[in-house]
């Protein structure tokens, strides 16, 4: 079976991507892999290589560059622009004086040329167009640049050569397998691409001489010519300069002979060779004499870099001596990809149309975006926000875009940091901060050429320049002063304290451009200090680059990372986000500042999912912030919610008085059966809660009682009888420390507050307020022979008596949905937590279904489930509770299972959801009469608790229900289970007597048995 060329270029480039990736992921990692002995970048000036080592030094501090490699970054000498030619010579200058011996030319070098002004691409004038984004994410997580692109393109040759250097041009991407490469030559070897003679026309094209070697090198030649020359195949296709040569050591040396004396530099030579006039260039004047048919007289003719002149001619002479006697291979790659980032218009083109055709290499519209699924318009790096009207074709890079912001189609953001405002169709915007802290914002058109001129009647956003100056009497001296007309060096943005000001002087230029600004307005404008395009690239603070897209990058990173957390993803998976980097200080700083800011549940999401990152990592923030500060607060977020809500239930009434003398409350526990885990907050606050539960006398009494007296003395005494504690409070403060929850008294103090006895502020004392009341108080709480841990709800429902106990004290009435509240308001005021199915199965009798609404107040409706007259008896029957003899040890369990649920762990969520269906299920099962059904369901609850939580169950437990699993149809836990009491259907004629046998002739004297219970 054949393949298309057309089908198989996409596969095989995809895969030599991967091939490549994976040779640098392995320089970074192995110091014994071939690396290139140095990377040196050219700038044109100090401020453009300043902004590049900021570049560099970010990737080595974050492991991202081969550490053994040597990274320099050298400007044209003087910020005097010398050509590629003469910034090539001042590498090799460079090179010998750093080893002090021409041997370093036998080294790995990869040199970029990349000094150029971007006038095509204004944007990137100043971080240069090799650090120009490239619509990719890298596979570490990485928003990629063309610097990036090379670095890993590249990663593969070192191991394939000898010695010498490679040459890129650095606003060009390759993309190619190392491994077609043949490095075997002498002289020089021109990595080429077949093209398209239609695309060969536009660029530089090698004539080859039939033998591999370059016959003559062609610059933008038509087809036709390039046709009568023989560069055209028989497909169709040219050999295309890549801009991308090797160069031996011999040929470097030679090179280095032109500015040198023996083995250092001589001045005077290398002024002579690099310098404004001459600008040599390294493609036509170092290349062109390589070529084998070229001549002295063709290459004196050949367009120069700058401008023709006798200093020109005069080095050309000694190039050719040097240079002739070499010869330039051409290295022709297939299938291989050149991509030039030439012009505005085809960079937009590039990232919002072009860049489908690359989708093979994993390229896409948006990169390193909160808004990865928009496909009208194209972004990189750039945080925004919802609501935000962005037109179709429009490409943003480096922005922070607010919801109040209107973008026209077709339009190019860069730098822009903006709340509101409008910008119109077809522009670009560039913020730009210069070195003073000020702002300019650089506008133009799309289509617009900064290279116009006011005599070629040039463009300017939507009109012509020359038309704008004249219609509001502007003369050329007011815009560009002794500067030729270039709109490069057009003084037309004005110079702000603020962006947000620049931003609105850019929008007055729109206006100035239509000619409908009013006249004062443009005199204003004409009176305001002003830059231009070139002018303005010069004063730019490249300082601040860097740290503005790093700190976009971790805005965007986390952004995305909450927005996970709030569709609920799991917060594991949610943290890939960040990628092999993870969180670091900075990233950890934006995160609490959004979690401060955000709704609850998301807050405790954030505050989670950092607390499991910092725990697995071993990591702390701040100093000493560790993952258990972090974990705190988000339940401390949680309860305090819970608690602010509740606090509208607490009456502070200063009318009451002591009614009834002596009050004794008695109260059963109760036997959660379906929807456990699902009252509890967040749970219940996100989706609503669905309980089924029941309440049952043990041994024969309602076993929960709290007794309330009245005292002769002007204070507050307290007694837990389960564990013979006793307590006196005679002042207020005593009683308002009721946050600790290992207080013997901590749920009596708070029984007093949330009934409003004791007010949460003032300055009234104990005293003041008891004899308003008309007495001292008595409040005593016990257990009746309930272990601890059983499982039955006791700790809530001693809440509720309590409650109910000192409503009745005082003679007041209060329904049982009020009841429920202040239970609630105790529960967090105690930092005890949990939900509400337990004082609501012990304030109310009978099988209960109990539901709420999602909402932070939640409002509790309880239905009594009515059962026909025989299944009830028939429940009664087979229904037992058995203790475990046990009690679970795991304080944190709560903590344990709704932090699974919070970190949207899916095992939890989906547990929780089914039980809330179980619940139901069990309801229609009663109401049907069906015990056997419930049975069933008991088992199907039973497998959903232990997926929640595998803590419910555990040798002890398996035990008891292997060892009569003939004698029962279905089996739960108590609460949480994990020990205390275990419940169970028996099987149709099998008696409770029955089963406590067998457990007893099983676990004999352990505590094992069955406990008399009793529905009420």
Request: charged share 25%.
């Amino acid at each position: 079976m054949s393949i298309s060329y057309s089908k198989m270029k996409p596969l095989f480039l995809q895969q030599s991507y991967m091939d490549a990736w994976e040779d640098y992921r392995r320089a970074l990692r192995k110091r014994s892999f071939p690396c290139w002995d140095y990377v040196i970048l050219t700038a044109s000036n100090e401020d453009q290589a300043a902004a590049y080592r900021k570049e560099i030094e970010y990737r080595q501090q974050n492991t991202l560059l081969p550490g053994k490699t040597k990274y320099v970054v050298l400007p044209d000498p003087d910020g005097k622009r010398v050509g590629s030619g003469g910034a090539t010579l001042n590498v090799l200058r460079y090179l010998v004086e750093a080893e002090e011996s021409r041997d370093v030319f036998q080294k790995k070098l990869l040199v970029i040329h990349s000094g150029g002004d971007s006038k095509r691409v204004p944007q990137y004038s100043v971080c240069g167009k090799l650090f120009s984004p490239v619509p990719r994410e890298l596979p570490n997580g990485r928003a990629s640049t063309l610097f990036d692109e090379f670095m890993a393109a590249t990663a593969g040759i070192p191991a394939r050569m000898q010695g010498g250097m490679l040459v890129m041009s650095g606003d060009v991407l390759l993309l190619f397998n190392a491994l077609q490469i043949d490095l075997q030559y002498r002289g020089a070897a021109a990595i080429s691409i077949k093209e398209p003679v239609s695309t060969g026309k536009e660029h530089g094209v090698f004539l080859n001489d039939g033998y591999g070697m370059v016959k003559r090198f062609l610059h933008k030649q038509s087809e036709e010519q390039l046709q009568k020359l023989g560069a055209v195949n028989e497909q169709g296709m040219v050999d295309l300069d890549t801009g991308a040569v090797m160069l031996d050591a011999g040929l470097l040396g030679a090179l280095f002979s032109l500015i040198a004396a023996g083995d250092r530099t001589d001045p005077v030579k290398f002024d002579r060779f690099v310098n404004e006039r001459a600008r040599i260039s390294f493609y036509g004047d170092f290349l062109y004499p390589l070529a084998k048919d070229s001549t002295l007289e063709e290459y004196y003719r050949e367009a120069p870099e700058g401008n023709f002149c006798e200093e020109l001619k005069d080095c050309r002479t000694k190039i050719w001596e040097a240079l002739h006697g070499f010869g330039m291979k051409v290295i022709c790659l297939s299938p291989a990809e050149f991509i030039h980032f030439g012009t505005t218009r085809e960079l937009l083109d590039l990232v919002t149309e072009d860049v489908e055709n690359y989708e093979y290499l994993h390229w896409k519209k948006q990169v390193c975006t909160n808004r990865p699924e928009e496909r009208r318009y194209a972004a990189h790096n750039s945080l925004i926000a919802k609501g935000t009207d962005i037109g179709e074709g429009c490409y943003l890079e480096d922005c922070d875009i607010g919801s109040g912001v209107s973008v026209g189609e077709g339009s190019i953001l860069s730098g822009l940091c903006l709340k509101e405002g409008q910008i119109p169709p077809q522009v670009t915007v560039h913020a730009l901060r210069l070195k003073d802290g000020r702002y300019t914002v650089r506008i133009y058109g799309v289509e617009d050429n900064p290279k116009g001129t006011l005599e070629q009647d040039t463009d300017f956003l939507y009109g012509k320049l020359g038309d704008m100056l004249s219609y509001y009497g502007i003369s050329p001296e007011e815009v560009w002063g002794e500067r030729e007309h270039y709109l490069w060096f057009a003084k037309l943005y004005p110079v702000c304290g603020s962006m947000e000001e620049a931003f609105q002087e850019a929008m007055l230029l729109v206006k100035l451009s239509e000619k409908k600004a009013p006249s004062p307005a443009a005199a204003r404008w004409l009176s305001l200090e002003r830059c231009s395009l070139y002018e303005s690239f010069a004063r730019a603070d490249v300082k601040a680059i860097l740290p503005w897209k790093t700190r976009l990058e971790d805005l965007v990173l986390s952004a995305c990372f909450a927005e996970k957390l709030e569709k609920g993803v799991p917060c594991d998976q949610a943290l890939q986000v960040f990628g092999q980097v993870g969180i670091d200080q900075k990233k950890f700083d934006i995160l609490m500042e959004k979690a401060n800011g955000s709704t609850l549940l998301l807050k405790m999401r954030i505050y989670y999912a950092l607390s499991r990152y910092m725990r697995e990592k071993n990591v702390v923030f701040a100093g000493d912030t560790g993952y258990d500060v972090l974990e705190r607060l988000c339940f401390d977020s949680l309860g305090k919610a819970v608690y602010d809500n509740s606090r509208k239930y607490i009456q502070d009434n200063k009318n009451y008085q002591i009614k009834n003398e002596h009050v004794l409350v008695r109260l059963p526990v109760r036997v959660n059966w379906g929807g456990g885990w699902t009252d509890t907050p967040p749970y219940c606050n996100e989706n609503g809660g669905v309980v089924l539960n029941a309440a049952l006398k043990l041994n024969g009494i309602l076993p929960i009682q709290v007794e309330v007296r009245k005292l002769d003395r002007l204070r507050v005494e307290f007694a837990s009888e389960d564990i013979g504690a006793e307590g006196v409070c005679e002042t207020i403060e005593e009683i308002r420390n009721c946050h600790d929850p290992f207080d013997f008294f901590a749920l009596h103090k708070a029984a007093l507050i949330s009934c409003g006895i004791v007010p949460l502020a003032g300055t009234e004392t104990l005293q003041e307020i008891l004899r308003r009341l008309g007495g001292g108080i008595y409040l005593s709480t016990r257990v009746v022979g309930v272990p601890k841990g059983s499982g039955l709800g006791t700790s809530s429902i001693l809440s509720g008596a309590c409650v109910k106990a000192l409503h009745e004290f005082l003679g007041l009435s209060c329904s049982d949905g009020a009841l429920y509240d202040i239970v609630l308001c105790m529960e967090q005021m105690m930092s005890t937590g949990g939900g509400w199915q337990d004082q609501v199965g012990g304030l109310t009798n009978g099988i209960k279904y109990i539901t709420t609404r999602s909402g932070i107040d939640q409002k509790i409706q309880v239905e009594q489930v009515t059962l026909p007259e025989e299944a009830k008896r028939e429940l009664q029957e087979r229904f037992v509770l058995i203790y475990t003899g046990q009690r679970r040890l795991a304080r944190n369990l709560l903590r344990e299972v709704v932090g699974n649920y919070i970190g949207g762990r899916k095992e939890s969520v989906d547990a929780l959801d089914a039980m809330k269906v179980t619940a139901v299920r069990m309801r229609w099962a009663l109401e049907e009469g069906n015990i056997d059904a419930l049975a069933e369901l008991f088992n199907r609850h039973w497998e959903l608790s232990k997926q929640l939580d595998m803590g419910a169950t555990n040798t002890c437990i398996d035990q008891i229900f292997l060892s009569c699993a003939d004698l029962i149809d279905g089996r739960f836990i108590a609460g949480a289970g994990g020990g205390g009491f275990l419940q169970a259907i028996l099987k149709k004629g099998v008696t409770k007597k029955q089963l406590s046998v067998r457990l007893h002739e099983v676990f004999q004297d352990n505590g094992v048995d069955v406990w008399d219970s009793e529905f009420v």
